[in-house]
Every structure is written in C-alpha cells, then in structure tokens.
C-alpha cells in the first residue's frame, strides 16, 4: 500500500486518474478516503486524482499529536505541494471542511477551486459540546460497536437511514463504522474542540461550490448558507432528502453537479490564460 511520510506520521494517499488538473480530496470524521469512491469513479478519466486518510484516521498513522486542525491543515499543504505543482481542486467533507477552508484561506496559491460538503467555519455549537465529550469518551473506553446508530445518525438522513432499497449501502458503511478504532477519540476531540475561522473566509479566493443536505443532523443547511455568504465566488447546492453524507447518499446527483462546476472552473481559467 502507498505511504507518504508527511511531518513525522505515514499517511496513506491513493493516486489515481489522468488530466492536466488534479483533484484533492480530504474525507471526514469516521469516513476515511474511500467515502469518496463513487466520485473518484467518476473523475477519474478527467482528472489527476489525490485521496489519503488524514493522520490519525483511516489506514494512516494513529498519531497521539498534530491532530488539531491547523496542523492537520499543514499536512494537506504538504500532500498538495508533493503532487502538483499547480493549483489543485479541493473537494472536502464535513471535518475535511474545517481543514480545507484552512488551506484555502491561508495557502490560496494552492487552491483552484473548492467544494464543501455539509461546512462550518464556527465552533462547535456550545449545546452540542457535553453530549459529544461523553461520545467521545464512550468510543475511547468501549469503541464505536455500541453507538453505531448513533453514529449513523451523525452522518445520514433520516431518508437514506430508512428507505429499503438503500439497504446494502446502509449495512457497507455501518460495518465501516462498526470497525472504528478506538483511537478516534483523538481526532473526534480535535473536530469539536475546533476554533472558528468565520473571518479568515474573506481571503479565500478560489470559486467554491458549498453543499449542504437538507436532513443534515450535525451541520444544518443554516450553518453551510453562513459559509456560503462570507466566500465571495460562491454558489450553494440543497440536497432534499439528504443528510449529512450528501457524497454517499446522493453519488449520482452530486457527481453530475461536481464534474459541472470543476469544468466550468478549467474553462473560464481556459479564456483567461
């Protein structure tokens, strides 16, 4: 399996694809790169494609340090530079927001375009914090097993959690979730004890796509549409009947809306070179 050793921890990375342009893409809490499979899929013969599990999740090193956000936002910096030199296409979900936003704000030479699914640039709602600590030490002392629908929760709607034939998608990512380390516990912290950045979004230059599922539990469609009005070359997308893995939920759906913005994006950069 490919490993990169990026600032002292071995992250796991697939490269994948053919084109001129690359795609990054940063996965989330609990769903590592491969939650982006359906849209690797389908970018794969227009684009250069970068997938890795961020440190600390996934099949890269379970570090014990450098899984704040800034630092794990210096690891995406450091992937970006080792595969491209140019811009590249960010496409990030949920805790992959947090980071990307970073990359985009504070390294803008880096980043062509971006997509954001299910994004907040605030901290964690304070009403949320107890009953995420208490979460989040229940998987550090016992793993995910025993709260694996709550968990599911987190991350799917209530449509996608109940309709029939979603049946053999709902068990492949419950058995993901099921296989959990214990070691999450880190980077789930790190994800909830997250400072804002709402004012660094002014300086993020690059067109952004910002998508939101309308049965979004974790991060509302309100806190998305908050984003979207402080990045100035915004558009925003609603999923209906969709919560917060819009990527799993919907593949069809969001993979025709991605390939149409990224195309746009490398034609208008076209007529202005």
């Not at 910096?77 to 960010?90: D, L, M, Q, R, W």
């Not at 704000?105 to 709602?125: N, T």
């Amino acid at each position: 399996m490919p490993y990169l050793q990026v600032r002292g921890a071995s992250i796991y990375y697939e490269e994948k694809g053919v084109g001129s342009e690359t795609v990054v893409f940063i996965h989330g809490l609990m769903l590592a790169s491969e939650s982006f499979d359906a849209q690797i899929g389908a970018l794969r013969s227009h684009y250069k494609i970068i997938a890795f599990d961020l440190r600390g999740q996934g099949q890269s090193q379970k570090t014990k340090d450098k899984l704040d956000l800034d630092s794990l936002a210096e690891d995406a910096v450091f992937i970006i530079e080792n595969f491209s030199s140019s811009p590249v296409h960010v496409v990030a979900f949920s805790m992959g927001t947090f980071i990307a936003m970073r990359v985009a704000a504070r390294r803008p030479e880096l980043v062509r375009s971006i997509c954001l699914i299910g994004p907040s640039a605030d901290a964690e709602e304070a009403e949320n914090l107890p009953k995420y600590r208490k979460l989040i030490n229940f998987v550090r002392i016992f793993g995910p097993r025993l709260v694996a629908n709550r968990l599911m929760m987190i991350l799917f709607g209530d449509t996608f959690l109940t309709a029939a034939d979603r049946k053999p998608q709902r068990q492949r990512w419950r058995k993901v979730v099921e296989r959990l380390p214990r070691a999450l516990h880190r980077a789930a912290a790190a994800s909830a004890h997250r400072n804002a950045i709402t004012s660094e979004l002014q300086n993020i230059t690059a067109p952004a796509l910002i998508v939101s599922g309308e049965e979004d539990r974790p991060i509302s469609p309100e806190r998305a549409r908050v984003v979207h009005a402080a990045i100035k070359n915004a558009r925003f997308i609603a999923f209906e009947k969709t919560g917060h893995a819009v990527m799993i939920e919907r593949p069809n759906e969001f993979n025709v809306a991605l390939l149409d913005f990224l195309m746009a994006v490398d034609t208008q950069g076209e007529r202005h070179s």
